[in-house]
């Protein structure tokens, strides 16, 4: 059975840090990982994807996937109060797997 | 472009009767996803389809029904609800962008049975 496990925190950081968020998963073959920001008492929605090994930034936000260690993680620099959420991590298996594979979610708390 | 709406956004039924919760897609999305959220829990899907015609059944379906006529509807009926079945219910789509799938959610229902 897949699985994609994260720490559920909370995560605490105080404003400006730089937040560390780590997911690992077990199946060999995934190839699509995901990040979800997902607010209290709302839905998920996507702030990162990413394919290929290394790192993928997108402004204060950085993916960084190792397949070798089947490790995904994201990095949020200058951390916001408004940050504060629950990160979900989600992986998809090999080409036309359409079906993730979701964590269940770390919570971060950025205290000002 | 209104991406994926939910209706209700609130429901709350009685032990035994039924509902239909609504979703609709106006992104021309093949894949849609039906999943459960319980307090401090993660998603669990439901159902999903993969297009107009065809569905399947996700890890947790009993006691869940869904149809898909149009690419842009996919609505999940409960029969005879149970309290286990008090939770949010988020709708989902996403398309084939090279074997990719980024999954766009809508705004949930939150649905309690006593």
């Known amino acids: 059975q897949k699985e994609v496990e994260q720490n559920s925190g909370p995560l605490s950081v105080p404003e400006g840090a730089i937040a560390s968020l780590n997911c690992t998963y077990s199946d060999r073959v995934s190839q699509s990982f995901f990040w979800y920001r997902q607010y209290s008492g709302k839905s998920p929605e996507l702030i990162m994807s990413?394919?290929?090994?290394g790192d993928k930034e997108d402004g204060r936000f950085t993916a960084q996937l190792n397949k070798a260690s089947q490790y995904v993680s994201l990095l949020i620099r200058d951390s916001q109060p408004s940050d504060s959420a629950t990160y979900l991590c989600a992986v998809n298996g090999p080409g036309g797997s359409y079906i993730p594979t979701f964590g269940r979610g770390t919570s971060l708390i950025v205290h000002p | 472009n209104a991406g994926v709406t939910q209706t209700p956004k609130f429901r709350i039924l009685k032990i035994g009767q039924s509902m239909t919760l609504q979703c609709t897609q106006d992104m021309n999305h093949n894949y849609m996803y039906w999943y459960r959220q319980d307090p401090g829990m993660g998603l669990k899907l439901i159902y999903y389809s993969v297009g107009a015609g065809i569905t399947d059944k996700g890890e947790v379906p009993n006691g869940y029904n869904v149809s898909r006529s149009t690419t842009e509807d996919f609505p999940l009926r409960l029969e005879l609800a149970a309290p286990s079945q008090t939770s949010v219910y988020f709708c989902?789509?996403?398309?084939?962008?090279?074997?990719?799938?980024?999954?766009?959610f809508g705004p949930g229902t939150r649905l309690t049975v006593t």
């Open positions: 990413i394919y290929s090994n």
């Open positions: 989902a789509s996403s398309y084939d962008l090279g074997q990719t799938y980024e999954q766009y």
